[in-house]
Every structure is written in C-alpha cells, then in structure tokens.
C-alpha cells in the first residue's frame, strides 16, 4: 500500500515538507530493527508509509484526525528500539517525535521533571545532577526516552530499589487519544500544575499503561511529569579512562561493591534483608555470570575462556550494589547493615571487584546504566524472557528456571554458550517486588539459531503459565491472546478498551490488541 | 418471587433488611449530600453472594450501593443517589493472609484498621495508616478513596498501599488485578513463591487504578492484598513549632528528599488539639497554649540496628534543622511527642476525633504541592471570616504525599449538628471555599459530593473518557449511579 498523494500533501501541510518522507531509504532506517527477525525472518519489519516529525502536541493532534478522517494509522516513535517502535504492518505511518526533545521544567523542591518524548535518560540526569537530584534510568540504558518508559514500555532498572518503576513515577501527561482529542492526565487536566496523574476520580493512568505499555496501541504521549530523587553526589559526574572501561570516580557519599552468597537460596534472602533495612542506591544482577566476560573480551574464544573462570568462581550468586547516602552517618548506618546482612547470609565482597578503577566502572555502569551494548557482542543479538514483576521469591525462580530451560538450546548449539546464568535484574522499591529476565545470545543470520531462540521464548513463556511465574517481560505479537486465557481474560476487557478509545483503529494495534467486535 | 425475596436467597433472609431503621442509617451521612432512602440493604458474606447480587443488579436494573466501612460516613459516597440497594460488606472480615517476607497482607473489605494492625503486629509489620482514622474505617474503603497515609517515604505511587484486588465488575464478571490475575490460582502463585505484591497489570492495563478513586462505580472489591511495612523496635518523634507555616516548608522539603523520618505532617494547633484532647473544653484549652503550627517527624529503628539507625538519624534530622533555623524538640507545651505518635499508631478513640469539638465536621481536602499551602490557608481563613465562622476553630492537616511530589491540604470545619444556623454558615462556606480553592489551583483529586460537578466542569476531557470506562465496565451504569460524573 502506499500513501495517497493527497493525504501524503495533508499530512506535509501540518509538519512542512522538511519533515515528512516517504523515501524509501529513510523509511528502512525505521524498519530495521532489534529482534525483526522475529516478526518477519529479516531485520527488517514493515516499512512504514511514510515517516512525519511532528514538533508540537498541536501537530499530532492534527496527524491523528487526519489519520482518522483518512482511515490510516499510526505509530508514535521516540528512542525506540524493538519491532513494537514501529509499524505492525501495512498502511501505517511513523510519528517520529525526535523534534520534541525538551526538558521543560525541573521542580526542584516538589522532585520531578516535565519532559518531552526525546528527552533521554542521561541528558535528564545530567541536568537533575545539577541540582541533587536523579532519574530512574531503566536497563535498556540511558539512551533511552524517559517518556516513553514513564508511559508506553516496561520500566525496570536497577536503581528501582531507591527510585522505583517507570509505571511508579509518572505523575500528569498530557496524551493525545487514538481519536485525536487531547486529554491532559491528572492535576493538569484541572489546571493544577504537573504534581499528580490521578484523577479526578478513577486514575486514567489505568487505561494509559500497564506493567507494560500500551506499545503505541492506545494513542501517543506527547509531555509528562517524571518523579526525580535525591543525588548525594556532585553537580557534575567526571569519567575517567578509555571506554568501555571507563569509569566514574565515586563521590564520598557513594560506595560501590559486588557481592556474592552460597546460594540462590541465600542470596534471596541477602536481597529481602536489604530491602527491609532500606538500604541501597542501586542494587541487582547487573553482572550475571553470562555478561561479565563482555565487558572486556575481544573474541569469543576470550569469552569462552573468561567465562569458565567466572562461572565456577564467585559470580554465579552474585547482585551488584551502590550504597548512597545523605549523611557520612547515614553511609556508615548502611555499610554496617550491609556488613551484617552479609554475615546472616553467608555473602561476601567479591575481593577482584574491590579494586578501585574496577569499582569506578562499576559504579558509572550502574549509575548511567549501561551495559546494554555489550549483549549484542558475543553473537549479534540477544532477547529476553521471563521476568515477570513480582515477588523477589519468585523472580528468583524464574531466574533458575531460565537458566535450566535454556540448557538444551545451548548444547545443540542455537544459541551462545553463556553459561546458562544470564539472568538479569533486580528487587525494587526496597524490595517490595522484584524481577529477573533470562537473556539469551543468538545469531540472527543463522537460520538454526533464531529457530532456536524463538523456540526458546516460546517455551519461557510456556513454562511461566505452568509454573505460575508471574506475566513475562518478553514481548511477542498475539501476546496477548496466549496469556488473557491464563489470567482473568485480561485481553477481552483490552479490546473493549481499544474499542471505546479508538473507534476507527487508527493507533496501531499490533502490539496491543485489535478491538472488540 | 419479588426482589427482596431473589435478594434473600442469595444472601439469607438475616441479611436482607428494609425496616425503616435500616434504611434511614444508609440515606444520609454527615455531608451536605441530598438525603435517600435505598429499597434495601444486603450483606453478603463471599465473592460468590457479591456476584450473584450484581448479576441480579443487572437483571433488574438496581443500583448498588456498596459500603464497606462502618458508620459514621462523611462525603457522601455512600449515600444513594437514585435508591437501588445497599450492599453492606462488613460481613466479610477475614483477614486471609499475612505474608512477613514479603510484607503483605490479604484482607476482605470489611476488615477495619484495629484488626488488621494487631494481627501485623504479631508478624512484626503494621499498615501505613490515615491520620487517626475512626475505628469502623475499612481498610480497603481506605486504600479505595486514595486516602493519604502519615508517612510519605513508603508513598511510592499515590496508589500506596494498595496492591492486587479481586473485584466483580458492574457487569457481573469475576477480575483479579495485578500479578494475582495470573498465570495459575491465588494457591498456584503462592506456591510458586509469588504473593500478590505487584498491582500492576495484568500485562499492558492497570486495571485497579480504574477501580480506585471510583466511589464503588466500577465494581465491588471482595478482597485486596496491601503493602504492610516493618513494625519499629524504637521510635523517637519530634515536634517541631512555628507561628509561620512557611518557616517550616524549607524543612519540610529537605526531610522529604533526605527520606528523613518516617511519620512525617503538618497540623495546626486545632487538630493537633483535637487528636489528642478527649472534649470540647480540652480541646480548646489545648488549641490556645500551642504554638499555630506544629511539624511531626518521627525517626525509627526496625529490626536491623534499630539504635544506630534512630541516631543517625536524628543527628542528620538536627543537623538539617540547624541548617533552616527551626528547633525540633521531644515536647511542646506539655504535649508529648509520644503521646502523638501514640495517637497516629492508632484507630481514634471514641468519639472520632473530628466529631469531638461540635458534634460535626465538614472536610474540605484537595491536592497541590507543600509551598503552595500557604496561599491556600490564606485564603480559606478569609473566606471563613467573610462568613462568620472563627478561623480559630478550622484544623488544618497538611500531608506530604508521593515522597514529596504532592501535598494532601485538609481543612475541617467542625460544627454543630444541632444548630441549624451555624450548619446553614457552614454550607455556604463549605461551598464557596470549594469553589474559591478550586479556581486557584487546588486539585479535587477525589471528588465526593457537590464537588463532582465542579471538578469534571474543569475537565471535561478526564469525564468523557471515564465515561468510556465505565460504559466498558458497567454498561448498565448499576454501580452507584449519580456519582462522579455518571
């Protein structure tokens, strides 16, 4: 299908020619993507109709009616990285907000920021640092759109044991609705300002998002209060050393350490107690065993050899923490915490990982959340599974369950050897739940590993229904149709929810769902 | 088969009443709401009576009204608006579970905040509370209307403390929310360590922010799990005194983005009064001695270090005092910090306590943010003086909510129920303050009542797309008809 000429003119009268194309060219930058492969056996997905860059609310407003009047949809794109950023198929058209990149406002005293959608993690951090305060960054890293975690995807990072989950610190939005009317979320729809996205009466957040978004399905997310938190470090974060090992000297306010425990078992136990003292800045498995020879390996054979030595060593049980604190009195509390958790556990400090330009990468790979380059080293791409939002408990189960699972797929040799343990994640809000997602490494060029890795997720999500693991992380089309008979028939009451929202199904629907009849 | 007999066998013939008694405990309440009389009032005692009754509800097109707390009601929200029944749950009082390692508790609706709190206390936790809620208040109903609890830190989302619920929707349809929807039954997940700590989902809708806030038009929760926290080993509250509330904001401010304290409110002298006095005369002796505003931060120690982690913190508490010139100190004119820890850890004595200056009390309450309070109270002493009413007599309570991001303002206008005049002054305040704070930018998050209107007039926007929802959840608008803007 391609764009009629007439509506194409329609959607360049709003934007202005210099932002709108339907060049081919330009239009595959935005189908290749992460995990296209496993949509369409290609890296890339559908090539969109036609890409648009609006730069104002006041813009996507009118795309949106023109692409109701003109019985087209679209696809709203900030940072986006995966298949569900762009279009789901035939005749939709891409909203490409990277135009609406401003931090409007940062509340100092009241703790959050207002942002719009192409305002990333580590330029919002930056300019909270500035003034001692910090965001949420989430595992996907901080090149990724706040707004965008905050309103449309998944949300965890590991500093949620201090900050919290993307759904947790949204507070008003102002959203342009599937059929093109504007409704301003919360305290900004009275007039009141940014403070609050609930109400009046029933919280409109509940249509918005879930513990996942919407993916696009239910219109775009044009501004939005954010939740900021304290930084108990300097204005400005100064980097040493070469990248990737480079490393952020950590502020006297801040300690960094690995730890590791006898156990699963223990350190299930180690992660509660921690919670439950309310200590910890940054906290979780950032460095699975699997991950840990990325770092710095050049080959695979290097990864292979690295491997082996932290596998057997101490990193199997293994969770990664910054402690921070307002006060020396209030790190020595925390440090002394720590000490006797450890001790209740059986954990310790890793000694190889207490060296101090080794701690100073630690510290600015959990603090600007990075890492996430690295998975695609060892074999090209890597997905993920599991990892529902739940109790610690019973993401600790899932992260074992992974790693059996993944097993067979690993000796036939579908996807990379990591292991088996390349279970990442963490406890959030002093860990009142938890998560840990199995990644796995698979070429995507070879046919027999992406055989494998689809088969893989497909049995994850399989073996999260029968053992009761929670709702995965991992994102598939007809997701869904596959998990709403498992858990309340959640699905129908979303197509009854498309269906009232968006009558003319113009929001992209294809990782939501389609409506109700 | 009439109705009250189809009603009778679902739930039992002692629990289906229409003696005029009955009816006239449920058509009012202490707010300005128009006074009705419901047809009847049920008690069910399970999801399955809850079901059967709003399936019927569909049937026959009766409103349901559904009251989990007991009385004294106060806004209105309980109170029919076009008759239907009243679905009493304070039948369903079990506590089903309490999880310590996961800090979690599983209660029906009518289980109230003294029984829940002595049984978390035998686990080592306790249940973020409102500030002195009255004795008959339901958890749940608590967690439902979005009430702000007394110490902000443990205030992630304002959805806090409330996690996963099952609910029957206005259609009838049996929902769990959250993690509890599933994969497996609520004994799948516990055994495979889950424990319905997550309120998110299931997967890309938070079904339960639809149902909170909602005034019982969604549907009828018959349980919910809530976020419980570690019950303190020492506590050391103090009470910090100013004349000038803005002498105590920057303060605020700091505790709050130092996570300082756990406890953490503002009240002026009338409703630290009226918390802690058990009359009117003491009340009024009290309010006169203390100073006009007085902040309440109480530092703990939980079971890890609990010493050490009381001394930093009051040492950094100090320090920041020290740092904006305020004073906090254990006792002020005789009134202990104690003794008002004592009364936020606590349901209020009898009588409530907003009911124990006059008898009565309207409550005006709305969201903004801490510095914006000042101008609020300004001009609600103004209006209350235009009207005649002593600004003596108005408690005040200021919360900080979200960890900081927002601030509840209350304003109590107690009264007296007898006095026609004065509750005819107090009305026209009541409204015309309402008015007033709302045109300046307070935030009527939960709209009870006359404010309903007003709010959605702001916002016809949030209005039609509730509409939408409710017309999703229940088309047959049997849920507490005339309520919010349905």
Same mark, same amino acid.
């Given at each position: 299908?391609?764009?009629?000429?007439?509506?194409?003119?329609?959607?360049?009268?709003?934007?202005?020619?210099?932002?709108?194309?339907?060049?081919?060219?330009?239009?595959?930058?935005?189908?290749?993507?992460?995990?296209?492969?496993?949509?369409?056996?290609?890296?890339?997905?559908?090539?969109?109709?036609?890409?648009?860059?609006?730069?104002?609310?006041?813009?996507?407003?009118?795309?949106?009616?023109?692409?109701?009047?003109?019985?087209?949809?679209?696809?709203?794109?900030?940072?986006?990285?995966?298949?569900?950023?762009?279009?789901?198929?035939?005749?939709?058209?891409?909203?490409?907000?990277?135009?609406?990149?401003?931090?409007?406002?940062?509340?100092?005293?009241?703790?959050?920021?207002?942002?719009?959608?192409?305002?990333?993690?580590?330029?919002?951090?930056?300019?909270?640092?500035?003034?001692?305060?910090?965001?949420?960054?989430?595992?996907?890293?901080?090149?990724?759109?706040?707004?965008?975690?905050?309103?449309?995807?998944?949300?965890?990072?590991?500093?949620?044991?201090?900050?919290?989950?993307?759904?947790?610190?949204?507070?008003?939005?102002?959203?342009?609705?599937?059929?093109?009317?504007?409704?301003?979320?919360?305290?900004?729809?009275?007039?009141?300002?940014?403070?609050?996205?609930?109400?009046?009466?029933?919280?409109?957040?509940?249509?918005?998002?879930?513990?996942?978004?919407?993916?696009?399905?239910?219109?775009?997310?044009?501004?939005?209060?954010?939740?900021?938190?304290?930084?108990?470090? %300097?204005?400005?974060?100064?980097?040493?050393?070469?990248?990737?090992?480079?490393?952020?000297?950590?502020?006297?306010?801040?300690?960094?350490?690995?730890?590791?425990?006898?156990?699963?078992?223990?350190?299930?136990?180690?992660?509660?107690?921690?919670?439950?003292?309310?200590?910890?800045?940054?906290?979780?498995?950032?460095? %699975?065993?699997?991950?840990?020879?990325?770092?710095?390996?050049?080959?695979?054979?290097?990864?292979?050899?690295?491997?082996?030595?932290?596998?057997?060593?101490?990193?199997?049980?293994?969770?990664?923490?910054?402690?921070?604190?307002?006060?020396?009195?209030?790190?020595?509390?925390?440090?002394?915490?720590?000490?006797?958790?450890?001790?209740?556990?059986?954990?310790?400090?890793? %000694?190889?990982? $207490?060296?101090?330009?080794?701690?100073?990468?630690?510290?600015?790979?959990?603090?600007?959340?990075?890492?996430?380059?690295?998975?695609?080293?060892?074999?090209?791409?890597?997905?993920?599974?599991?990892?529902?939002?739940?109790?610690?408990?019973?993401?600790?189960?899932?992260?074992?369950?992974? $790693?059996?699972?993944?097993?067979?797929?690993?000796?036939?040799?579908?996807?990379?050897?990591?292991?088996?343990?390349?279970?990442?994640?963490?406890?959030?809000?002093?860990?009142?739940?938890?998560?840990?997602?199995?990644?796995?490494?698979?070429?995507?060029?070879?046919?027999?590993?992406?055989?494998?890795?689809?088969?893989?997720?497909?049995?994850?999500?399989?073996?999260?229904?029968?053992?009761?693991?929670?709702?995965?992380?991992?994102?598939?089309?007809?997701?869904?149709?596959?998990?709403?008979?498992?858990?309340?028939?959640?699905?129908?009451?979303?197509?009854?929810?498309?269906?009232?929202?968006?009558?003319?199904?113009?929001?992209?629907?294809?990782?939501?769902?389609?409506?109700?009849? | 088969?009439?109705?009250?007999?189809?009603?009778?066998?679902?739930?039992?013939?002692?629990?289906?009443?229409?003696?005029?008694?009955?009816?006239?405990?449920?058509?009012?309440?202490?707010?300005?709401?128009?006074?009705?009389?419901? #047809?009847?009032?049920?008690?069910?005692?399970?999801?399955?009576?809850?079901?059967?009754?709003?399936?019927?509800?569909?049937?026959?097109?009766?409103?349901?009204?559904?009251?989990?707390?007991?009385?004294?009601?106060?806004?209105?929200?309980?109170?029919?608006?076009?008759?239907?029944?009243?679905?009493?749950?304070?039948?369903?009082?079990?506590?089903?579970?309490?999880?310590?390692?996961?800090?979690?508790?599983?209660?029906?609706?009518?289980?109230?905040?003294?029984?829940?709190?002595?049984?978390?206390?035998?686990?080592?936790?306790?249940?973020?509370?409102?500030?002195?809620?009255?004795?008959?208040?339901?958890?749940?109903?608590?967690?439902?209307?979005?009430?702000?609890?007394?110490?902000?830190?443990?205030?992630?989302? /304002?959805?806090?403390?409330?996690?996963?619920?099952?609910?029957?929707?206005?259609?009838?349809?049996?929902?769990?929310?959250?993690?509890?929807?599933?994969?497996?039954?609520?004994?799948?997940?516990?055994?495979?360590?889950?424990?319905?700590?997550?309120?998110?989902?299931?997967?890309?809708?938070?079904?339960?922010?639809?149902?909170?806030?909602?005034?019982?038009?969604?549907?009828? /929760?018959?349980?919910?799990?809530?976020?419980?926290?570690?019950?303190?080993?020492?506590?050391?509250?103090?009470?910090?005194?100013?004349?000038?509330?803005?002498?105590?904001?920057?303060?605020?401010?700091?505790?709050?983005?130092?996570?300082?304290?756990?406890?953490?409110?503002?009240?002026?002298?009338?409703?630290?009064?009226?918390?802690?006095?058990?009359?009117?005369?003491?009340?009024?002796?009290?309010?006169?001695?203390?100073?006009?505003?007085?902040?309440?931060?109480?530092?703990?120690?939980?079971?890890?270090?609990?010493?050490?982690?009381?001394?930093?913190?009051?040492?950094?508490?100090?320090?920041?005092?020290?740092?904006?010139?305020?004073?906090?100190?254990? *006792?002020?004119?005789?009134?202990?910090?104690?003794?008002?820890?004592?009364?936020?850890?606590?349901?209020?004595?009898?009588?409530?306590?907003?009911?124990?200056?006059?008898?009565?009390?309207?409550?005006?309450?709305?969201?903004?943010?801490?510095?914006?309070?000042?101008?609020?109270?300004?001009?609600?002493?103004?209006?209350?003086?235009?009207?005649?009413?002593?600004?003596?007599?108005?408690?005040?309570?200021?919360?900080?909510?979200? #960890?900081?991001? *927002?601030?509840?303002?209350?304003?109590?206008?107690?009264?007296?129920?007898?006095?026609?005049?004065?509750?005819?002054?107090?009305?026209?305040?009541?409204?015309?303050?309402?008015?007033?704070?709302?045109?300046?930018?307070?935030?009527?998050?939960?709209?009870?009542?006359?404010?309903?209107?007003?709010?959605?007039?702001?916002?016809?926007?949030?209005?039609?797309?509730?509409?939408?929802?409710?017309?999703?959840?229940?088309?047959?608008?049997?849920?507490?008809?005339?309520?919010?803007?349905?």
């Amino acid at each position: 299908m391609t764009l009629h000429r007439n509506v194409y003119q329609v959607l360049a009268d709003i934007v202005g020619h210099e932002n709108i194309s339907d060049e081919p060219v330009i239009l595959d930058t935005y189908a290749f993507q992460w995990l296209a492969e496993t949509i369409s056996g290609t890296k890339f997905c559908t090539r969109p109709e036609a890409v648009l860059l609006p730069g104002s609310v006041e813009e996507v407003q009118a795309i949106v009616k023109a692409c109701n009047s003109n019985g087209i949809r679209y696809k709203a794109f900030s940072t986006g990285w995966g298949p569900w950023n762009t279009v789901g198929g035939e005749g939709v058209i891409q909203l490409d907000l990277r135009r609406m990149n401003r931090i409007l406002e940062i509340d100092e005293k009241n703790m959050f920021a207002v942002v719009e959608p192409y305002v990333i993690g580590s330029q919002l951090q930056v300019e909270a640092m500035k003034k001692g305060l910090n965001c949420h960054l989430i595992g996907a890293g901080a090149n990724t759109s706040i707004l965008a975690s905050a309103t449309s995807m998944a949300g965890y990072g590991l500093s949620g044991i201090f900050m919290g989950y993307s759904n947790c610190n949204v507070l008003a939005v102002e959203w342009v609705l599937p059929d093109g009317e504007i409704l301003k979320l919360g305290s900004l729809g009275s007039g009141a300002g940014w403070f609050g996205g609930d109400g009046p009466g029933p919280s409109l957040r509940g249509v918005m998002r879930g513990m996942i978004g919407a993916l696009g399905g239910i219109g775009v997310f044009t501004k939005c209060g954010i939740k900021l938190y304290p930084w108990y470090g %300097p204005p400005t974060t100064p980097m040493e050393g070469i990248h990737p090992l480079d490393g952020m000297p950590i502020p006297e306010s801040y300690q960094a350490h690995s730890l590791t425990f006898p156990s699963w078992e223990a350190l299930a136990d180690a992660v509660y107690r921690i919670g439950e003292a309310e200590i910890g800045y940054v906290m979780g498995r950032a460095l %699975p065993p699997g991950l840990i020879p990325v770092i710095s390996i050049s080959s695979a054979a290097d990864y292979t050899q690295m491997l082996q030595m932290v596998t057997i060593d101490e990193f199997k049980y293994a969770i990664q923490i910054i402690l921070g604190a307002n006060s020396a009195r209030e790190l020595e509390y925390q440090k002394r915490a720590l000490e006797d958790i450890l001790k209740e556990t059986r954990g310790k400090i890793i %000694p190889m990982m $207490e060296e101090q330009s080794v701690k100073n990468i630690l510290f600015r790979h959990l603090i600007k959340s990075e890492g996430i380059s690295r998975v695609f080293q060892l074999a090209g791409t890597f997905a993920t599974s599991l990892g529902a939002g739940t109790s610690w408990d019973a993401a600790v189960a899932s992260g074992k369950l992974g $790693e059996q699972l993944k097993r067979k797929y690993i000796e036939r040799g579908a996807i990379a050897d990591d292991g088996g343990d390349l279970a990442w994640g963490g406890a959030y809000q002093h860990c009142r739940f938890g998560h840990l997602e199995e990644i796995i490494m698979y070429d995507f060029q070879d046919p027999d590993s992406l055989k494998g890795a689809e088969e893989y997720i497909e049995e994850s999500a399989q073996a999260a229904i029968d053992k009761s693991l929670g709702q995965p992380i991992s994102i598939v089309r007809g997701m869904a149709e596959q998990f709403g008979p498992t858990s309340c028939d959640y699905h129908i009451w979303m197509k009854r929810i498309k269906k009232a929202f968006d009558p003319n199904i113009a929001a992209d629907p294809s990782f939501y769902v389609e409506p109700a009849e | 088969m009439s109705e009250k007999e189809k009603l009778v066998a679902i739930v039992g013939d002692a629990n289906v009443s229409d003696t005029p008694e009955a009816l006239e405990a449920y058509s009012r309440d202490e707010s300005f709401v128009r006074q009705m009389k419901p #047809q009847l009032v049920a008690r069910p005692q399970n999801v399955d009576e809850v079901q059967q009754i709003v399936k019927w509800a569909n049937r026959t097109g009766t409103p349901l009204i559904p009251v989990s707390s007991g009385p004294p009601h106060f806004r209105g929200d309980t109170v029919p608006s076009l008759g239907g029944v009243v679905v009493d749950l304070s039948r369903m009082k079990r506590i089903i579970r309490i999880n310590r390692r996961n800090r979690v508790a599983m209660v029906e609706p009518g289980v109230a905040f003294a029984e829940l709190q002595s049984e978390l206390k035998k686990e080592g936790l306790r249940l973020p509370m409102p500030l002195c809620p009255r004795s008959s208040k339901s958890v749940i109903g608590s967690c439902l209307e979005r009430e702000p609890t007394t110490i902000p830190k443990y205030q992630w989302d /304002i959805s806090d403390p409330l996690l996963c619920t099952e609910v029957v929707f206005g259609t009838g349809d049996l929902f769990r929310t959250g993690e509890a929807a599933g994969p497996g039954s609520l004994e799948d997940q516990w055994a495979s360590g889950q424990a319905q700590t997550n309120p998110m989902g299931p997967f890309q809708v938070d079904f339960f922010r639809l149902i909170q806030g909602a005034q019982g038009t969604m549907g009828i /929760i018959t349980w919910a799990t809530v976020k419980c926290e570690l019950l303190p080993q020492i506590q050391k509250p103090f009470l910090v005194a100013s004349q000038k509330l803005e002498d105590l904001l920057d303060f605020t401010y700091r505790l709050l983005w130092a996570r300082l304290g756990d406890e953490l409110l503002i009240l002026n002298n009338f409703n630290l009064a009226a918390i802690l006095a058990k009359d009117r005369d003491e009340i009024k002796a009290l309010r006169d001695t203390l100073p006009r505003w007085v902040l309440i931060v109480c530092v703990a120690g939980y079971e890890r270090l609990p010493q050490e982690r009381v001394e930093y913190q009051e040492k950094d508490v100090m320090d920041t005092a020290q740092r904006f010139g305020v004073t906090p100190v254990i *006792a002020i004119q005789g009134v202990q910090g104690s003794d008002v820890m004592e009364a936020l850890s606590t349901v209020s004595a009898e009588p409530y306590w907003k009911l124990r200056f006059k008898g009565g009390c309207h409550d005006i309450f709305f969201l903004t943010t801490l510095e914006k309070t000042p101008e609020f109270i300004s001009c609600m002493y103004q209006m209350a003086d235009a009207a005649g009413h002593p600004g003596t007599d108005i408690g005040i309570y200021l919360q900080p909510q979200i #960890q900081g991001r *927002a601030c509840h303002c209350e304003f109590n206008l107690s009264c007296d129920p007898g006095s026609p005049k004065e509750m005819e002054k107090v009305r026209h305040l009541f409204f015309n303050a309402s008015k007033e704070l709302m045109e300046m930018g307070g935030f009527f998050s939960r709209p009870y009542g006359p404010w309903a209107e007003m709010a959605y007039s702001r916002d016809g926007q949030s209005a039609m797309a509730l509409r939408k929802v409710k017309g999703i959840f229940d088309p047959n608008n049997v849920m507490n008809p005339g309520k919010l803007c349905f």
